[in-house]
């Protein structure tokens, strides 16, 4: 028989994981609390990070639907749940494995696709939305500025043709 603190904790990480644009499985052994709270900080606003019980995450993640997470759940195991934006988060990860080799980011998964550590480290080096967004954006722009000179050049030829044959006339009068 299940007990209910075990059943309410698989019923929240299977909340969790439904919610979640993306999750990203770490292993955090060696870290220490204060490192693990500055972690927690790094990943931005739209990530929560969590130590989990693997017999428990295991549970919740087949109740949601996320089988391929079965094998990534062996030693301490902590999840970056994401909300928002999962690059941020990313880098975050990134940024502090970098400075904390302890942290080891083993996979996760990505609007219900498998992701390794390696494609971890690629969504990390993506650029945020809004830089994204930015540049679609100027490059919209460019193009119709480069479309209303072409509709605008025969014009101003005519007119300067025009004005090239005045003066000519001007000065033949």
Do not use: C, H, W
């Amino acid at each position: 028989m299940a007990r209910p603190d075990k059943v309410a904790a698989v019923a929240e990480l299977t909340e969790l994981f439904r919610e979640s644009n993306a999750v990203v499985l770490t292993e955090y052994r060696g870290l220490s609390v204060a490192q693990l709270k500055r972690l927690r900080r790094s990943l931005g606003s739209n990530a929560s990070y969590a130590v989990v019980k693997n017999t428990l995450t295991a549970i919740a993640a087949k109740e949601a639907g996320l089988d391929s997470l079965e094998g990534e759940l062996s030693g301490p195991t902590a999840i970056a749940f994401v909300t928002g934006e999962p690059v941020e988060a990313a880098k975050g990860l990134r940024d502090f494995a970098k400075a904390n080799p302890q942290l080891v980011i083993k996979g996760g998964v990505l609007e219900g696709r498998a992701l390794t550590g390696a494609d971890v480290e690629k969504l990390a080096d993506l650029e945020s939305r809004e830089v994204l967004l930015g540049k679609a954006a100027g490059a919209m722009k460019a193009a119709l500025y480069g479309a209303a000179y072409l509709f605008t050049a025969p014009a101003s030829k005519a007119v300067r043709t025009i004005e090239a044959l005045r003066e000519k006339q001007a000065t033949e009068a």
